[in-house]
């Protein structure tokens, strides 16, 4: 069974991020792909320290011993990634910033494990601008990101916060999700 990773990058209850995540879990639950979520406000992932053990021969990813061990591992069996998260200063915020940088441990260019990874992205912000929000600058870290790895990166999937009064079914956003997904799963 096909696997999708699930990385939520928002602190927040009424998260507009995760609901958008939640959205892709419930389709990809219906059409039988098998879901994990990993919540980075309860993971301990520390920034990259820039050694290069990662880049010798030891066989190790990297050498921190944090919660991005058991992620390495989680990335290397899915079938992809959906990264979500809100935009902080107008960019990916850090929780997710610092998830992105322990990539180096883990892709290579001996390894190359992203390497044709299929990756969905989810990004929230609160103004009603995507340029002034900041999240044209997230979309080009990570579509630069994406490009350097040699993943697929699908459709991005971002929009201005809603209130959870105004988070509705028919929402536009809400089958851009579906569209992340399908192609996400190969469809
Ligand atoms: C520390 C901080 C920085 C923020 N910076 C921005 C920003 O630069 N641009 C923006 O449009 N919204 C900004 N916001 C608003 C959030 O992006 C917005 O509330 C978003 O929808 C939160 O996503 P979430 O509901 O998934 O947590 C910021 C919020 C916080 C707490």
Known sequence: MKKIIVVLGSPRAESYSTYLANIAVDYLKEVDVEVE???????????????????????????????????????????????????????INAK??????????????????????RIGVILSYGDVDPYKSGAINAIRTLEDSFEYTKSYLCKIV??????????KPDNKINKDIIVMVKELCGN
């Open 37 to 91: 979520i990993f919540d980075l406000y309860k993971m301990e992932i520390e920034a990259c320290i820039a050694c290069d053990e990662c880049r010798k021969n030891s066989g190790n990813f990297c050498v921190q011993d944090d919660d991005m061990k058991k992620m390495y591992k989680k990335i290397s069996e899915s079938a992809g990634l959906i990264l979500a998260c809100p935009i902080y200063w107008f960019t």
């Open 96 to 117: 997710m910033k610092l998830f992105i940088d322990r990539f180096y441990g883990f892709h290579t260019e001996k390894t190359e494990l992203l390497k044709d990874k």
């Open 158 to 167: 971002y929009g201005t916060e809603l209130k959870t009064t105004e988070r």
